[in-house]
Nanobody, 123 residues
Framework: VQLQASGGGLVQAGGSLRLSCAAS????????VGWFRQVPGFEREFIAR???????YYTDPVKDRFTISRDNTENTAYLQMNSLEPEDTAVYYC??????????????????WGQGTQVTVSS
């Protein structure tokens, strides 16, 4: 199983980025996908999740700015990030968990992880 996160980069405050999470080696349509982010010295923070049925969930810091989606035909999940703020600077990780239709908000609930992609937002 492999998850490949990509799409990070340097952007000015107010800008946008779209992260991708390409999965292989698993039945992607049976898995929920979560996005997390981590700043050095801090714990990994859960920010969004999409169920196998396409239902999204967002935490308050990103709600109304980020949109999670998935394309099961491409085995890929996406995180569209708009109105980026310097506080969004972090390494972003995608993760997958076999979806029994639960609420998967904790890192240790996820089975597989991508390698992370750096997002830097300048002020």
């Amino acid at each position: 199983v492999q998850l490949q996160a990509s799409g990070g980069g340097l952007v000015q405050a107010g800008g946008s980025l779209r992260l991708s999470c390409a999965a292989s080696g698993l039945t992607f349509s049976s898995y929920a996908v979560g996005w997390f982010r981590q700043v050095p010295g801090f714990e990994r923070e859960f920010i969004a999740r999409i169920s196998r049925n396409g239902y999204p969930y967002y935490t308050d810091p990103v709600k109304d700015r980020f949109t999670i989606s998935r394309d099961n035909t491409e085995n890929t999940a996406y995180l569209q990030m708009n109105s980026l703020e310097p506080e969004d600077t972090a390494v972003y990780y995608c993760a997958a968990v076999y979806d029994y239709l639960g609420n998967y908000n904790l890192p240790n609930e996820y089975d597989y992880w991508g390698q992370g992609t750096q997002v830097t937002v300048s002020s």
